[in-house]
């Protein structure tokens, strides 16, 4: 499967805990997506990379959370002292090129779903 | 990034063509149309995008009005597999999604 891969599949924690989850793109993608989903929405922009540049972020992004996407290839993200309201399934995407026309589709992982005690 | 307006829910008989209105009176000139779909406890899905034609492709068809301020998401014959929720998103390159809440779609055998 050469899909985008998001590892672990659900993540359970108590509050305070730190909590890292992993996101694998789809080989030579150069664009990484982070996005937040809360149950009966949509999912929400949290964060880019091309390459292992970060290029926006949202304000939903408070200090507590950080990503990193080291020698551009997979990412990370960490949210340290997780609280309740951090409970929500995290998507990453990949899409291969800046451009126009097909290389502007986001290809999504299955997501991480986190669960904050 | 420009808002669209889609109805919360929708049902279709299996089998059957499936129309998914979306409007979108604010787009811009270099607004593409894109529609994603997310199963059940999957990660949303590309289905098809568009500027100002018309475009097909196995998945469905994507009608674009004239004004461009609305399009319509067509899949020809609905399967249990198509319910999922669809979402219709205004995008300019290769910028973030913006998703709103989409349309439920349900489908029945």
């Known amino acids: 499967d050469t899909g985008v891969s998001q590892d672990p599949r659900h993540k359970i924690t108590k509050r305070g805990q730190n909590v890292t989850f992993r996101c694998d793109p789809i080989s030579e993608h150069n664009r990484l997506y982070w996005y937040r989903q809360t149950l009966g929405q949509g999912p929400e922009f949290l964060t880019y990379?091309?390459?292992?540049?970060?290029?926006?972020k949202s304000r939903l992004l408070s200090d507590r959370f950080s990503a990193e996407r080291p020698k551009g290839s997979f990412s990370t993200l960490e949210i340290q002292r997780t609280e309740q309201g951090d409970s929500a399934m995290y998507l990453c995407?990949?899409?291969?090129?800046?451009?126009?026309?097909?290389?502007?589709?986001?290809?999504f992982g299955a997501g991480t779903r986190l669960s904050v005690l | 990034d420009a808002k669209t307006t889609q109805p919360n829910s929708m049902e279709s008989n299996e089998e059957e063509p499936v129309h998914l209105p979306c409007n979108h009176s604010t787009i811009s000139g270099t607004d593409y149309i894109h529609w994603y779909r997310q199963l059940p406890s999957q990660g949303p899905e590309y289905v098809i995008h568009?500027?100002?034609s018309n475009v097909n492709n196995r998945m469905a068809s994507l009608a674009i009005a004239e004004d461009r301020k609305s399009s319509t998401l067509i899949l020809h014959r609905a399967t249990l597999r198509d319910a999922a929720v669809y979402y219709c998103?205004?995008?300019?390159?290769?910028?973030?999604?913006?998703f709103g809440k989409g349309t439920r779609l349900s489908v029945i055998a």
């Open positions: 568009g500027l100002t």
């Open positions: 990379f091309q390459n292992e540049a970060q290029l926006e």
């Open positions: 998103i205004l995008r300019t390159g290769n910028t973030p999604l913006v």
């Open positions: 995407a990949s899409s291969p090129h800046t451009g126009g026309g097909t290389k502007n589709i986001q290809y």
